[in-house]
């Protein structure tokens, strides 16, 4: 797999998923834009990745300050050959009467506007070069109901339908789009976990253990190059083995 030329932009870019795929798209030859929210993680991740990676610093809920990190990384690195939308926020854990609708909204504007967004400013200039992939973070929430997320189920129900409807628009045009779906991933999303609920986690996946950044960027790198060139409208577990059974 060869990913050399090819840059690929990447949301929630500092750490778990987003931070694990750039090392492993720079590894296959890529040139990366990272974007996040925290300007000194963005820093350390492009020093450690060196000239091939640079960053604009930008709360992705903010559609202006998106935009504009966007149009940094063509002027920093060229056309946008692939988007990795994995920005996303959990929100809150309660119960739908009790929901705030604050919340509601923010996680519904990070984990679904926020793509939208991104998808309109960057897919003309693919169409019009008739090359380019678009890859969206899903999450078991895309695919089952949780209850106490409300908010976060229906913002990733609403993710994987709008990656669904833009692979079935642009199939035509040479732009791909795929959904990434993980499972129990080490990431900070997990952090807050205490070490009874990570071991049920592990309990419920048929692999036995909980998943690694690097597992879900092997595969996120794979459906971003040419290798998957005929890969699209899927979306693509990486979860040790759990949607596919009768563990979930």
Not at 199 to 210: L, V, Y
Request: aromatic share 4%; net charge negative.
């Amino acid at each position: 797999m060869s990913l050399a030329g090819k840059h690929i932009v990447i949301t929630g870019a500092s750490t778990g998923i987003g931070r694990a795929t750039a090392d492993v798209l720079v590894e296959k030859g890529a040139k990366v834009t990272l974007i996040a929210r925290r300007t000194e993680l963005l820093e350390a991740a492009c020093g450690d990745l060196g000239a091939a990676a640079c960053f604009a610093a930008a709360d992705v809920g903010d559609r202006a300050q998106l935009l504009a990190a966007l149009d940094s990384a063509i002027a920093g690195h060229g056309a946008i050959d692939g988007l990795f939308l994995n920005a996303a926020s959990g929100g809150t854990f309660t119960g739908i009467c009790d929901y705030p609708e604050d919340s509601f909204e923010q996680v519904l504007t990070v984990n679904l506007r926020s793509p939208f967004w991104a998808v309109r400013h960057v897919l003309p200039a693919m169409i019009a070069r008739g090359a380019g992939t678009i890859l969206m973070t899903g999450s078991l929430a895309s695919e089952r109901g949780m209850a106490g997320n409300a908010g976060y189920v229906v913002a990733k129900h609403g993710l994987r339908g709008l990656a669904m409807a833009l692979a079935a628009e642009v199939a035509g045009s040479g732009v791909r789009c795929n959904l990434v779906v993980p499972g129990f991933i080490e990431t900070p999303m997990l952090d807050d976990v205490p070490e009874q609920g990570r071991t049920a986690m592990a309990g419920r996946t048929p692999q036995g253990r909980i998943g690694t950044p690097r597992e879900l960027a092997n595969v996120a790198a794979f459906l971003l190059s040419d290798d998957a060139s005929h890969v699209t409208a899927q979306a693509w577990a990486v979860d040790g083995g759990l949607l596919g059974t009768l563990t979930l």
